[in-house]
């Protein structure tokens, strides 16, 4: 059985003190819990501090939100994937849609990302979605099997293992607005469809899967009950520790 994996992606919000009071508060209200893998992607001026508070937790892991494909050199206001891995950092948020959208980044350039993190022994969560008006002009499928041929390519089997998937829908990010757990599915379905095809199906049955749109705490029991859902890549609501807590006891809800 896949291990369902939540993530907390703080984007651009936390300073290094909000961070500590944070994990204080949430330590203490998600117990040593290990069903579930637990991520937290803190910005990058809160890393140090989040990887030295987490450094005796053998529960929560610590992500990045994104990264630079190079080696040190210069380009200024990057960070490669050795200054991150200094830090103890295990994960990479790789393609979010506003990385997409905002800052202008394609398949290619997630690519030579997620290649980047693989060479460094770093294990990428690599964003996919569509738009609402890709959504209506029934495109969901198509620009989904372009985006994880395109950001995946080159990609083996053995580092497929190592990477995860999360199915975010752009326009149930920040809106309020949640894919229903039926068209989640659905997307999920498909995703892992497409994986057995590119890579094989014992691949595809073994990658994680997760959904990111909006997720909170009265939605994440339906959610994650879906079978191609193996967790969640949740934005706003991980900012509350408590709220975060409680999509963690609910997801943990659902295993026996």
């Given at each position: 059985?896949r291990?369902?994996?939540?993530?907390a992606?703080?984007?651009m919000n936390m300073?290094?003190?909000?961070?500590e009071?944070f994990l204080?508060?949430?330590l203490?209200e998600?117990?040593?819990?290990k069903?579930?893998?637990?991520?937290i992607?803190?910005?990058f001026?809160?890393?140090?501090?989040?990887?030295d508070?987490?450094r005796?937790?053998?529960?929560?892991?610590l992500?990045?939100?994104?990264?630079?494909w190079?080696k040190p050199?210069?380009?200024t206001?990057e960070?490669?994937?050795?200054?991150?891995r200094?830090l103890f950092v295990?994960y990479?948020i790789l393609?979010?849609?506003?990385?997409?959208t905002?800052?202008?980044?394609?398949?290619?350039?997630?690519?030579?990302k997620?290649?980047a993190?693989h060479?460094?022994g770093?294990?990428p969560?690599?964003?996919i979605g569509?738009?609402?008006?890709?959504?209506?002009g029934?495109?969901?499928n198509?620009v989904l099997?372009?985006q994880?041929?395109g950001?995946?390519?080159?990609i083996s089997?053995?580092?497929?293992?190592e990477?995860?998937?999360?199915?975010e829908p752009?326009?149930?990010?920040?809106t309020g607005?949640?894919?229903?757990?039926s068209?989640?599915?659905?997307?999920?379905a498909?995703?892992?469809?497409?994986?057995?095809?590119?890579?094989?199906?014992?691949t595809?049955?073994?990658?994680?899967?997760?959904?990111?749109?909006?997720?909170?705490?009265?939605?994440?029991?339906e959610l994650?009950?879906?079978?191609?859902?193996d967790g969640a890549l949740?934005g706003?609501a991980s900012?509350d520790?408590?709220?975060f807590a409680?999509?963690?006891?609910n997801?943990?809800g659902?295993l026996?």
């Open positions: 059985m291990k369902k994996i939540l993530a992606n703080w984007k300073t290094v003190g909000e961070s009071a204080e508060t949430f203490q998600v117990g040593e819990e069903r579930v893998e637990i991520v992607a803190p910005p001026t809160a890393l140090s501090k989040v990887s508070l987490l005796d937790v053998q529960y929560v892991w992500a990045a939100q994104n990264m630079h190079e050199g210069a380009f206001g960070i490669n994937a050795f200054m991150l200094e295990r990479v393609g979010h849609s506003e990385r997409r905002l800052f202008g980044e394609s398949d290619e350039i997630v690519n030579k997620v290649i993190a060479e460094s770093l294990k969560i690599v964003c569509e738009t609402l008006a890709e959504r209506d029934n495109m969901v198509e099997e372009r994880i041929r950001s995946l390519a080159k089997v053995k580092q497929m293992d990477t995860v998937i999360a199915y752009v326009w149930a990010i920040g607005r949640t894919a229903t757990p068209q989640a599915q659905e997307a999920h498909f995703i892992r469809k497409t994986v057995a095809e590119v890579w094989n199906k014992e595809a049955e073994n990658i994680r899967i997760q959904y990111g749109g909006s997720v909170k705490g009265n939605n994440t029991a994650m009950a879906q079978p191609d859902i949740v706003g900012l520790p408590r709220a409680e999509i963690v006891a997801t943990c659902l026996a």
